[in-house]
């Protein structure tokens, strides 16, 4: 199965918690970022509406 990569502009976060909030799954806070807790998956499955959600769209997902 093809892997997908989420990748996070930790730079770019503004910590906001969108992301946390619509992907609990794979998403949680760290101090004042996010954080994915997995950055290779085999199923986008929330991620894609974190990186829609994300108001400075620092959650880039790549199919591989
Ligand atoms: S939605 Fe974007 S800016 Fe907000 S915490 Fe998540 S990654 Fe950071």
Do not use: L, Y
Not at 10 to 19: D, F, L, M, R, S
Not at 31 to 57: F, H, L, M
Request: glycine share 6%; proline share 5%; with cysteine.
């Amino acid at each position: 199965m093809a892997k997908i990569k989420i990748i996070h502009d930790v730079e770019a976060c503004i910590g906001c918690g969108a992301c946390a909030s619509v992907c609990p799954d794979n998403w949680e806070m760290k101090g004042a970022k996010s954080k994915p807790k997995k950055t290779e998956v085999a199923d986008i499955g929330c991620n894609q509406e974190a990186a829609d959600v994300c108001p400075v769209q620092c959650i880039k997902i790549k199919k591989a």
